[in-house]
């Protein structure tokens, strides 16, 4: 993937304005300056863009998932230890959005065609990242942290709140399936 659009600048701006039921309402992150949220966003948009694409996988739905997930992190305000902290809230905060959104009543009765996930995006997909994103629900996310992010299996444990062996299962099972859908299959 070349780059995550930058489709909302206004999360730089000093107020967020939401409009609910025809009112507006302004907000403020009260523990972070707008430089510190527009560092922020600039460190992990590339990361958040990448996993809410493989749970959405179009650009629109991609994008929305994104900015819900940068809306809830200046509306919560979290403090961090460190910036790995950060980027692991984040990536729970983008799993969660994207969950949230797909089990949605109305989300249910949509009917999603192949020709909307292949879509037109303005970035190049690989050949892995398909298969990747061919996989079942529960795969996707585990690959992704494990491989493109890097982190380990008690991390990724952590994360998502599961038994670390359910996800070395889960990166076992995966691999068989990408080896499956690739033909061959290199070991990282």
């Not at 300056?33 to 809410?52: D, F, G, K, L």
Request: glycine residues 4%.
């Amino acid at each position: 993937m070349e780059s995550a659009p930058t489709y909302f600048p206004d999360i730089l701006a000093p107020l967020i304005v939401l409009t609910v039921k025809g009112e507006v309402n302004t907000m403020k992150s009260l523990l972070r300056t707008n430089s510190e949220i527009a560092e922020i966003y600039e460190r992990h948009i590339q990361t958040v863009y990448r996993v809410c694409f493989t749970y959405m996988k179009n650009v629109a739905d991609t994008e929305e998932a994104a900015s819900d997930t940068f809306i809830k992190l200046l509306k919560s305000s979290p403090s961090f230890e460190s910036s790995e902290h950060e980027k692991a809230w984040l990536i729970r905060t983008a799993i969660n959005v994207c969950k949230d959104t797909l089990k949605h009543w109305w989300r249910r009765r949509e009917e999603i065609s192949d020709d909307a996930i292949k879509g037109d995006y303005s970035f190049e997909i690989s050949e892995v990242a398909h298969a990747v994103l061919a996989l079942p629900k529960k795969y996707k996310a585990v690959v992704y942290l494990h491989y493109y992010e890097g982190y380990k299996g008690e991390e990724i444990a952590k994360m998502l709140g599961k038994p670390h062996s359910t996800i070395r299962n889960h990166l076992r099972e995966a691999r068989l399936m990408l080896k499956e859908r690739l033909g061959t299959f290199h070991e990282e």
